[in-house]
């Protein structure tokens, strides 16, 4: 697509979401797709715990290539870790949610070859 993030792309991006999964694609979609990527146990059912967890891990991904965030192992049951490496509190809500879908943009973009 050679697109860069802006409000206006990322609704394109959510339509190209929503189309090749066959769902209405939302933000938390596109966290849950990415925290599926990253657990690396491809589409199956999951519960509503697992997804909570698997939106949270994509997040973390995200603030990963943000900066704000470095992996740090895996849990007793195989999920990645993270700690933080620059503060996050610093972040206001809006500018958090900017960074956040700016960076799923890109990750997405990559993944999905647009």
């Known amino acids: 697509m050679g697109m860069t993030y802006n409000e206006d792309n990322w ?3 959510e339509l190209e979401v929503s189309k090749r999964f066959k769902v ?3 933000f938390d979609f596109m966290l849950f797709l990415i925290g599926v990527q990253e657990l690396g146990e491809g589409m199956r059912t999951y519960s509503r715990q697992e997804k909570m967890d698997l939106i949270n ?4 991904t995200l603030l990963c290539r943000s900066g704000y965030l470095e992996p740090d192992g895996t849990d007793d049951e195989g999920w990645p870790k993270f700690r933080e490496i620059k503060s996050l509190k610093s972040l ?4 958090l949610n900017y960074t956040l879908k700016r960076s799923a943009f890109e990750y997405l973009k990559e993944k999905l070859n647009l």
Do not use: E
Not at 57 to 60: E, S, T, Y
Not at 92 to 95: G, N, Y
């Open 57 to 60: 891990l994509g997040k973390c």
């Open 11 to 13: 609704d394109l991006l």
């Open 24 to 26: 209405t694609a939302d």
């Open 92 to 95: 206001t809500p809006s500018f």
